[in-house]
C-alpha cells in the first residue's frame, strides 16, 4: 500500500504529478486554510507526507496530522514552518535551494538596473506621449558600472550576484555575512565588512537574507540614515528584513535616492502604499523565481525531495536533518 500524501499547490506539469503518483496516493487540496483543512480532515489526519508552498505548518497543523512523516516545500524559505514543532516529532522538513539561485540572482540585477536607470519611470513617461525632444536632466539616471555594491547575506544567491556586478559591472563588492567566504573574496576580490561600514559606504545596499528573529527589521531608521543620500536599496530577500515605514520615511525625506524591491512586509502591496506613487521606487510582485523553468524545476525539486524524505534520505536540501540521527 502507498504512503498518502497532501499536495496543497498545483504542480506546474503533469508529469511531476504522474511522478508523485507513482510513490504515493495523493489528495490535492487548495491551500492550508482552516476552511480546507476542516474539509479534508480525513485526509490530513491519514497524511504521511505532504508537499507545495504557502500557508502555515504550525503546532496547529501538525496536531491535526498525526501521522504526518515528511513534509516538502517547493521554496528556498521555509520561515512558514514551525521547523521547531517539526524537529520535535522526527518529521524533516525539505526544501528547494538550489533550483532558483542563477534566476533570483538575474531579478536582483535587474532591479539594480531598473532603479538606477529609472527604466520603469521614464518607459512610463515615454508611452505618455511625454518624449517630444531631446531629453533634459531630468529623465537622467545614475551609473551601476564601476560603482559599491554591498551584499548583505553571502549564500548562494549573494554569490550569483556578485558574479553578475563584479564580473559583468566591474563593481567593488563589500559583504555582510555571518561568516567569511573564502570564495567570494577570491572569485570577486569581495570584503567583509560591518553592517554599518557597508552601509557607510555601499552605493548598492542588497539584502538577500532569510526572515528570522535576528533578521526582522535588520534595516530600519537607524541603519538607512547611515547611507549614503545617493545611495539605493534593494530588497529580494523577504519583505520584513527592511522596515517598510522607515523606508518611505527615508525616502520622503531624500535621505536615499532610491528603493528598487521584489518583497514587502504585506504581499500583496497595498494598493494605497506611498511606494507606489513613488518615481524612485521600482516595485516588482514577488517575482524572483518566477520563470516558467526555474517553477518547473522548483516543482521538480520538491518532488524528488519528498520522495527521498519518505525513504529516510536527509543527505540533501534538508532543512533539519538531524531528526534523521
Known amino acids: 500500500m502507498k504512503d498518502h500524501v497532501i499536495l496543497y499547490k498545483p504542480l506546474p506539469a503533469d508529469d511531476l504529478l504522474t511522478r508523485l ?12 486554510s482552516p476552511d480546507t483543512v476542516a474539509q479534508h480532515a480525513e485526509a490530513f489526519a491519514n497524511a504521511q507526507g505532504m508537499i507545495g508552498s504557502g ?49 533570483v540572482a538575474d531579478t536582483l540585477m535587474t532591479l539594480v538596473l531598473a532603479t538606477a536607470r529609472r527604466a520603469v519611470d521614464v518607459a512610463e513617461r515615454v508611452k505618455k506621449g511625454e518624449w517630444t525632444g531631446s531629453i533634459t536632466p531630468d529623465w537622467f539616471g545614475t551609473d551601476v558600472h564601476h560603482k559599491t555594491m554591498g551584499i548583505v547575506g553571502m549564500g548562494r544567491i549573494g554569490m550569483a550576484l ?19 567566504h573564502p570564495e567570494a573574496e577570491a572569485r570577486f576580490n569581495a570584503r567583509l565588512c560591518s553592517l554599518d561600514d557597508l552601509l557607510a559606504e555601499a552605493d548598492f545596499v542588497c539584502l538577500v537574507l ?9 534595516i530600519s531608521r537607524a541603519q538607512l540614515a547611515k547611507m549614503k543620500p545617493t545611495a539605493i536599496i534593494i530588497n529580494g530577500g523577504r519583505g520584513p528584513v527592511l522596515d517598510e515605514q522607515a523606508l518611505i520615511e527615508a525616502l520622503k525625506a531624500g535621505e536615499i535616492h532610491g528603493a528598487g524591491l521584489d518583497v514587502f512586509e504585506h504581499e500583496p502591496l497595498a494598493v ?19 520563470t516558467a523553468q526555474t517553477r518547473y524545476d522548483m516543482a521538480a525539486t520538491g518532488v524528488e525531495n519528498l520522495i527521498n524524505a519518505m525513504k529516510g534520505k536527509l543527505e540533501k536540501n534538508c532543512v533539519n536533518p538531524k531528526v534523521g540521527g
Open 21 to 32: 503518483e507513482a510513490h504515493f496516493t495523493v489528495t490535492q487540496v487548495n491551500g492550508l
Open 55 to 103: 500557508g502555515k505548518v504550525d503546532e496547529a497543523l501538525l496536531a491535526k496530522m498525526p501521522k504526518l512523516r515528511a513534509c516538502s516545500t517547493i521554496s528556498a524559505g521555509y520561515n512558514t514552518f514551525d521547523v521547531q514543532a517539526l524537529t520535535r516529532r522526527g518529521i524533516p522538513l525539505m526544501h528547494t535551494p538550489d533550483a532558483l539561485t542563477e534566476t
Open 162 to 180: 556578485a558574479q553578475r556586478a563584479h564580473l559583468g559591472f566591474s563593481m567593488p563588492i563589500l559583504y555582510n555575512a555571518r561568516r567569511q
Open 210 to 218: 532569510p526572515l528570522t528573529d535576528e533578521t526582522h527589521h535588520l
Open 272 to 290: 494605497d502604499s506611498p511606494l507606489l506613487g513613488m518615481p524612485n521606487v521600482v516595485a516588482f510582485p514577488h517575482i524572483g523565481s518566477a
